[in-house]
């Protein structure tokens, strides 16, 4: 069964610009979760979508935002990119309990 | 205000021993937990989980302890091995369930052969 993939592997982008994240499920999975590990901390919570719908988001900026296609994969956005937005952005997914599993992570580098 | 703590961050051990890494949290509303395991340059991995309905949860080599009058949780793997060493993170969940794992800070296990 393949895992969640996320694309693409790394990302270099300016200040400024707009920077876009792609994540797909494991397969029967319909909820997908954002989180950012950004240097030195822990695995922050984003977003998380389920059947297309925003469910929750956590204590980031508007120009965090996301969405969640029919087919369950899911795009983060960040607009307007801060130099702070350099991290590890991990997606997650899962069914009907709350044991989230994780992809391989885009590295987000804004220079 | 950090919900969920390792305060050690790191840990060593000799290959066949036993690794007890710990984890506190502060709130009372969180009832489901998890332990993850994460080599460099890639996501978390799912290892072992408990609801705060049980004090054990035992999966091959590992083992979850909770104490919830303590507000600690532990994770015993043996008997260690190399493979092992990587950095392990405790998560969170809340009664609500929000979607939203609160991790702690990860502690990095190294097993020495």
């Known amino acids: 069964e393949a895992g969640v993939t996320q694309s693409p592997t790394h990302l270099i982008k300016t200040r400024g610009q707009q920077a876009t994240l792609r994540c797909s499920p494991i397969?029967?999975?319909?909820?997908v979760y954002w989180y950012q590990q950004a240097l030195g901390l822990g695995l922050q919570f984003l977003l998380w979508y389920d059947e297309g719908e925003e469910r929750n988001r956590g204590n980031f900026p508007p120009r965090f935002s996301g969405r969640q296609f029919p087919n369950y994969s899911s795009e983060l956005n960040v607009n307007a990119l801060e130099l702070e937005d350099s991290a590890l952005y991990l997606c997650?997914?899962?069914?009907?309990?709350?044991?989230?599993?994780f992809g391989p992570g885009t590295r987000l580098t804004v220079l | 205000d950090q919900q969920v703590k390792q305060n050690s961050p790191s840990l060593s051990v000799q290959e066949g021993r036993i690794s007890i890494l710990n984890c506190d949290y502060t709130n009372s509303m969180f009832d489901y937990f998890l332990w993850y395991k994460k080599y460099p340059a890639e996501g978390p991995t799912f290892l072992i989980s408990i609801s705060s309905i049980k004090d054990k949860n035992e999966d091959g080599r590992f083992t979850v302890f909770l104490n919830k009058s303590a507000k600690h949780l532990s994770l015993h793997i043996v008997p260690s091995q190399p493979g092992d060493s990587a950095v392990y993170f405790c998560a969170a969940s809340p009664s609500s369930n929000t979607g939203k794992l609160i991790f702690g800070q990860g502690t990095t296990l190294q097993v020495k052969p």
């Open positions: 997650a997914s899962s069914s009907l309990g709350r044991k989230q599993f």
């Open positions: 397969s029967g999975h319909t909820s």
